[in-house]
């Protein structure tokens, strides 16, 4: 009795539509009874996660030490936070993969530099953290030389190779699994083949190879080809929209999520959909693993334009929202804890139990589904041990979403679930439940009695019943309140180790990071990648609600590369098309000065150009202010060019060059101002 009226005391705090009541009836509540069989074992868990990709991580690393810190346990340490399973992180190719380009370890043939970018430091924090962790790479692209663009090729097995063992010798996390090439052609049987022999002779025979099972017919041939069946350990779907490949699934591989979305919305809505998500990937399309993208936002406002927002703390599709380094601000949304109902209570090894009415995972006739899991066989755990996952959620996913995974509402549901085997002795389960009105509440416990559970669940409710008594919602202090990037900023790039990356300075195409205390572009070819196009390199820093700034350094053109080669210092810098994936800077708040001393701003016949005398390609101290929209720039000190009232646009700072040539900055300051 004492248990009844606790759970219908939480029910008065959190409102009508609240975690779904224990052991208490609704009037006018649909009933249905549904079997449990513990013995209907199925499938391994494979485990929820999320994937660093198209530079998203960037900013994270620029933040202070504790809420840097913060952010990660949030993510992936066990019972605290979302306790993700799954790490997946882009294999860095100088290549334009989505809000930027992340570096490359191996700029060019025989260039090795383990420490560059983040990734691997990502991965290294969250195998710390959780040393079960799976770590799952794959390439948006790749630099130019690998197989002289040619993607499918001996340099390219090479290259994925060299970053295996940079995540293993440098950053000492051994890595667990190896796409092919993202949201494009999977290459021929021929290649996969090759590529799991080198990683067997590499002493990466435990790293298993995941294949896009959306690029048909290739997955097909998992059928007839017994070898390449053998070198593929699972296949994956993006946005699979209650799709799955009928091939990967006759041919007894694993199927997997490898990509969707919880939208961007940063709300209750975005946890909704990404909640009935997970669970309903298993129950209609079998999926053992659902990763999302973002595991974090830590990119630019100015970068994220194309997927929207619904406030100023919310950027992006994520867990968590991480975008103010210079604040130390994040923000923790409902989204990150639908997580939490799952890795919390069950990791990767354990077994779902089968679908259909006779197993342990199926639809709600009322709306909704249920997914039961129990430890594998052997483990030290009680054979009694469960843990039962009920959503009725209605959250819209959203254009980003791709599509809605199915629901309905046809109001609060009475569920007596009939356990049968060792289950039906648990005794008492533990009841977490989040709902729009609270997220992540333990809401009491239950009893199992004589093999019956019964619950009463709300509409747009999630709750997980399990034996376990270690669930946590993790709590930091509040972090620093927001505020806008300074105002005043400078950098003489004297304090970072060769390959760092800049404080601030987002790449949107080529690579550039520090060498000899200069911020030097060191892509040295167009890269073949998943974009489009891959425009010249540049690289933003700043607000992207700036009008009047000026951006001074010192730079050299160091052309070492056919075709245009310049320098470059602008404003007015954003994301310009709506999920076509181009950065620009308005050509018309931008200062190009070439290796010929020729400069620019502008284009077209109504560009401002002119010429200075006797010029050297060496270094040269350039200042550009943008003013109530009239640039003027100066060279070493002289006035050299003034256009009046042509930049017109808002926009973050930026530095550029041409033609993938090795440009460099140093002494770099900037200002902002009000305009008006």
């Known amino acids: 009795m004492q248990g009844r009226m606790r759970t219908m005391g939480l029910v ?65 340490t066990p019972g605290f936070g979302a306790s993700l399973g799954v790490l997946k992180v882009e294999i860095g190719g100088d290549t334009q993969s989505t809000d930027g380009t992340e570096a490359s370890h191996m ?104 294949m896009e099972s959306t690029w048909q017919p290739l997955i097909n041939q998992v059928l007839t080809n017994a070898t390449f069946n053998a070198s593929i350990v699972a296949a994956t779907k993006h946005y699979p929209c209650n799709t799955t490949t009928a091939s990967a699934v006759e041919a007894h591989l694993k199927f997997w999520a490898g990509e969707d979305t919880p939208t961007w919305y940063g709300n209750w809505t975005a946890a909704s959909c990404w909640g009935r998500k997970l669970s309903q990937h298993w129950v209609n399309i079998n999926a053992t693993s659902t990763v999302a993208w973002a595991v974090l936002w830590s990119a630019y406002p100015g970068v994220t334009g194309h997927f929207g927002d619904e406030g100023p703390e919310f950027h992006g599709n994520a867990f968590i929202t991480a975008v103010e380094p210079w604040s130390g601000h994040y923000k923790v949304p409902p989204v990150l804890w639908m997580n939490a109902h799952w890795g919390q209570f069950a990791t990767p090894g354990w077994k779902f139990l089968s679908i259909g009415p006779a197993g342990g995972s199926n639809l709600l006739a009322a709306g909704g589904s ?47 679930f009939d356990l049968k085997g060792a289950i039906a002795g648990s005794g008492t389960a533990h009841v977490w439940c989040s709902s729009s009105s609270a997220v992540f509440v333990k809401v009491g416990t239950t009893q199992v009695t004589a093999g019956v559970l019964k619950m009463t669940m709300q509409p747009d409710t999630i709750c997980t019943v399990t034996t376990l008594t270690n669930g946590t919602k993790g709590a930091h202090p509040i972090p620093p309140p927001s505020k806008p990037f300074p105002t005043h900023h400078e950098d003489d790039f004297s304090k970072y180790a060769d390959d760092a990356l800049a404080y601030g300075f987002s790449d949107m195409y080529g690579s550039f990071s520090v060498r000899n205390h200069t911020l030097s572009q060191l892509a040295t070819d167009h890269p073949d990648g998943w974009a489009p196009t891959n425009y010249d390199p540049l690289t933003f820093i700043g607000d992207p609600t700036w009008t009047d700034v000026k951006v001074s350094a010192s730079a050299i053109v160091n052309h070492t590369a056919p075709g245009g080669q310049y320098v470059r210092l602008c404003g007015g810098c954003l994301d310009k098309t709506v999920h076509g994936i181009i ?87 900037l200002d902002a101002w009000s305009g008006e």
Request: proline share 4%; hydrophobic share 40%; aromatic share 10%.
């Open 370 to 416: 249920y997914v039961t899991l129990v430890p594998p066989a052997g483990s030290t755990y009680p054979p009694s041990t469960f843990t039962l996952i009920v959503e009725t959620l209605l959250g819209d996913c959203g254009a980003l979403g791709k599509c809605n995974v199915p629901y309905q509402d046809l109001g609060p549901q009475d569920l007596v």
């Open 12 to 76: 008065l705090v959190l409102g009508g539509a609240a975690a779904g009541a224990v052991g208490m009836t609704v009037t006018g509540a649909t009933t249905e009874t549904v079997t449990v069989d513990g013995n209907a074992v199925g499938p391994s868990f494979d485990g929820h996660g999320g994937l660093s990709a198209g530079a998203t991580t960037r900013l994270l690393v620029d933040y202070p030490e504790k809420q840097q810190s913060e952010v990660l346990d949030y993510l992936f």
């Open 583 to 669: 950065y620009a800077c308005a050509s018309e708040c931008c200062f190009n000065l070439s290796a010929t001393g020729a400069w620019i701003i502008g284009e077209g016949k109504d560009a401002v150009t002119g010429q200075l005398p006797s010029f050297e390609d060496t270094w040269h101290a350039i200042d550009m202010t943008i003013s109530k929209g009239t640039v003027t720039a100066s060279v070493d000190g002289t006035a050299v060019a003034k256009a009046e009232g042509v930049c017109t646009t808002a926009g973050m700072v930026a530095l550029g060059c041409g033609s993938y040539h090795q440009c460099a900055f140093r002494d770099f300051s």
């Open 107 to 210: 700029h060019f043939k025989g260039d090795l530099g383990c420490n560059r970018g983040y990734e691997g430091w990502l991965a290294k924090e969250a195998r710390k953290r959780n040393p079960d962790i799976k770590i799952w790479s794959l390439s948006w692209g790749v630099p130019g030389w690998v197989g002289n663009h040619s993607y499918f090729s001996d340099d390219n097995i090479e290259y994925q190779i060299a970053w295996l063992k940079c995540l293993r010798d440098s950053w000492g996390v051994e890595p667990d699994l190896l796409g092919l090439w993202n949201e494009r052609p999977q290459g021929t049987v021929s290649y996969v083949i090759e590529l799991r022999e080198a990683l067997n002779a590499a002493g990466f025979d435990n790293v298993g190879i995941t």
